[in-house]
């Protein structure tokens, strides 16, 4: 009886993989909305499929990370590409793989502890299965990137590493109980001083929550450097990946890379894919990561009040007039950036600093060893370029105070 049951057993599991790999044949090869309807039908017959469906859907994550996909920008791709519900079977997969999954750094734990838990929605069984199918589609057709790992949490540090042309809500990499938790702690109070900046209706009050900010990023970055002059095998340059969100997304990776410059990173713009990767030390991507998001919130809120003003004036503003708005702000930010930067750089750091910069560059290259730069587009409208460069002047990166 035994071996009638378990050879009962083995024929159910072989009919539930047939059935899974005739509707992967059917729809996951074939882009037509004709082929998606037969894959899915096939799954929505047989409920016994669904546990062999998950298992095949984790295999499809784990070739992500093969390709040197994390799991943001995979929650990214997918939000872009597809919907919420598939934003949140995709979560589901990667939180049910990761069990699996070999050691990994502080940063990617960060990115899965920011997946969403809300499940998706179960209506029809034909409908579930044809947003399986799609996710599937699209996991299939990952190119690989470039791989970006960091050594995991408790392990010594790897030497490890955006322009199709250089020009992202991004994720920040949070402190971890292995001894991170002072550089955590600051971190948190840039954050804070930020969003409080970002927030406050009073333009005193913001410039000197603003100023506070990047007094302690300046001096979080060049304790760094130092620590780094004392141990130089301490640290290695990383890289992270930024979204770099539409509309507009040109100028906004043009600003990224202003804000990654001034803060000793680089940065390189894939514009298919929607994103920037931003190559630096660690604690100089988190303040890349922070001070860029607090500049797109400026950014949009400056836009949003020139564009009132022109309209009460009777002219009408166009997509050309925020292109030139926002590609403006972009170039005058970057300029005030270094500036404020140079301020921080005294005779005894500039060989730290030029010592850290060759490491950037160098694995910077190792990344990239081909890149290419582009022009701006539809930057013509005169009025939007000058509210542009007046939001810059009027955002919050002024000069610091040297630090002793």
Known sequence: MGGAVCGAWHDRTVSTSSTVDRAF????????????????????????VDAELARRGEEFVAAAWRRGWQPADVVRIVRRELDETCVRLVSALIRGQAPQDRARGPRWRAQLDDLTT???????????????????????????????????????????????????????????????????????????????????????????????????????????????????????????????????????????????????????????????????????????????????????????????????????????FRQSFLAAYAHRVGARLTEAAGTQVTDDLLPVLASREAAVTERLDDLFPETTTTRLRGVSDAAGWEEGVRAADDARVGARPRLP
């Open 25 to 48: 044949r059917a729809a996951l090869y074939d882009p037509a909305d004709t082929a998606l309807d037969t894959g899915a039908s096939l799954l929505a017959a047989d409920p016994a």
């Open 118 to 320: 809300e499940p998706a929605p179960r209506t029809d069984r034909f409908s579930h299965a044809t947003a399986v199918l799609e996710l599937y589609r699209l996991l299939l057709r990952l190119p690989a990137l470039e791989a970006l790992d960091e050594p995991p949490a408790g392990s010594g540090p790897s030497r490890g590493g955006a322009s199709r042309g250089r020009a992202s809500r991004g994720h920040s990499s949070r402190g971890d109980a292995e001894g991170t938790a002072p550089e955590s702690r600051m971190l948190t109070r840039i954050r804070a001083l930020l969003a409080k900046a970002e927030a406050t209706g009073f333009p005193e009050e913001a410039e000197a929550l603003s100023a506070k900010a990047q007094e302690l990023m300046a001096r979080h970055s060049v304790d760094e450097a130092l620590l780094a002059a004392g141990a130089p095998t301490a640290e290695a340059p990383v890289g992270c990946r930024i979204g770099v969100d539409a509309p507009y997304e040109q100028t906004k990776a043009v600003l990224l890379d202003a804000v990654a410059a001034a803060n000793h990173c680089r940065a390189v713009w894939n514009e298919a894919l929607g994103f920037s990767t931003v190559v630096g030390f660690a604690s100089d991507l988190e303040v890349v990561e922070l001070l860029y998001t607090s500049l797109l919130v400026q950014a949009t809120t400056a836009l949003t009040k020139a564009e009132a003003a022109q309209r009460a004036g009777g002219r009408k503003r166009t997509k050309t």
